[in-house]
């Protein structure tokens, strides 16, 4: 009899256990003709809309559901079930990196998930919301939030590539937990992590008021009044002031300055109170900013390399990953800004000609040339005529009636003491026409805030740049590079070993000692980004609420 029970009731098991498969095979095949239904919705021209939630990367998921024959992800005994939660958590710990939840349907899941839905409309709400979040957390985390053409034109490097179908894919086919794939697609730069620390920082701080100091003219040292009251206060904290503009007041008013990357002359004017009042709030968006713009750089970089940092007016040159070369830079002109882009420096000219580019040639040299021939052709300016094989001294041509549209020659300038190129330029071909190089203008170095070019980059030290190109190739010129310059030979010194070269623009960044140092946004490019980070968060952010069924809908 025992026995006989045991077989019925293991029979009985099984049996369950068989209705059990049937049913969980019948859900994910609904499951699948759901999905397909929707995506076949979409090639139709639907709105990529789920339950009141609008998808962030339609084309993406449906790369994912074609390839996998429309099978689910994440819903139960799908190969992703366990990792939802560590999906959720990723999405939490991003609003660190300036990412808001919302964007990634964090509250629309949790709710979800935590309700284990059985009817088809929310199990497909489930699945796609957690797919599209994925995707679009791994996307924003490989590549920026927001894409650099669409803000700033002269923002030149290409966007890091990442297959975000294929990576979900590798996930569910081995069975991985999310939350290591999406955190291995942030920057890995120290640059990087030391904006995330000094932006969890800023927002442990307590958030009091303090007093700004109100808009009006230059303030100086021995004047007096309400605003200098102010700047004691801003500078100082609470306490009874006098309200001169003292010793002591331009002592901290310097010191503030230096800081700053500011000129230090202690006069208080628009730049120095455009930093000194920015708040709490205002830091934030600015680290924000820059973390962006590390999302947009590449990934892998090279162990031997060079880092132009345009709004910090510096270069750094670095070996195994760490800072071997550091000097000050002049960069471009507000109206002539220097681009961002990577190439690779390639060779060195030594007493170079400058072959003056046609806009320059047009816009800055022929008024020049028209007031004062003479004078330019003392400079070392020649020309080519045009249908001429020859250069001649620009005082040989009559450029009155010569106009910038007339304008048909090539202006060059002799290598000489005066030549606007210096001793030396390094070379990495660009469409945009950016060199680094030598200047004679050695005095424009004292200035804190550097943009006086017309996008080329100046360099304070072009020889020991010089030396370090050539000393890590053990070039024979490398000892000889001073002998070579006061020779006045013209002399182009190929590298056997080239350096790539980037240009960038962060204006809060980690100097030598770790710390996080501002700089005016001389490009004004801050102001556009941040709010292009909110404009596309407030987007796709929309607010969403569960009705009484709980079912997904717009509120």
Partial sequence: MQGNTRILRSGALLACFMLCCVAV?????????????????LDAGAEPVVSGRRLERPEVLSQVYRSRDHAPVWLPE???EEAVPGLLAAIDESASHGFVPARYHRADIEQLWAAQPTDLPRRLALELLLTDAFLTQALHRSRGVVAPPDLDENWRLPPTELDAAALLQVAAREGHSVHPVLQSLWPTSADYALLLKRRAEILSMEAAESVSVSPGPLLRPGDSGERVLQLKRRLLGPG????????????????????????????VGANTLEVLNASRVSWIDRIDANLERWRWLP?????????????????????????????????????????????????????????VPFSIATRDKLPLLQADAVAEAEKGFEVRPPAKDVFVPVDAIDWTPVTRRSFNYLLRQKPGPENALGNIKFMMPNPYAVSLHDTPSRELFARQERSFSSGCIRLEQPLELARWLLSREAHPQAERIEALMLARETLTINLKRPVPTYLVYLTAFATDTGEIAFRR?????????????RASAAKSAEATALDNNGTVSAS
């Fill in 521 to 533: 946004d001389i490009y004004s490019r801050d102001a556009v980004l941040v709010e292009a980070l």
């Fill in 240 to 267: 009874d002031y006098t309200p001169e503009y003292d010793a002591g007041l331009r002592r901290e008013v310097i010191a503030f300055q230096l800081a700053a990357g500011l000129d230090a002359d202690g006069v």
């Fill in 25 to 41: 095979a019948r859900a994910q095949l609904a499951d699948a003709e759901a999905i397909r239904a929707y995506l076949e919705g």
């Fill in 299 to 355: 990934r892998e970089m090279p162990e031997t390399y060079l880092r132009v940092n345009i709004a910090a007016y510096t270069l750094r040159a670095f070996e195994q990953g760490e800072p071997t070369l550091s000097m000050n830079v002049i960069v471009g002109k507000p109206y002539r800004r220097t681009p961002v882009f990577a190439e690779t420096l390639k060779y060195m000219v030594l007493n170079p000609y400058w072959n």
């Fill in 78 to 80: 799908a190969p992703l």
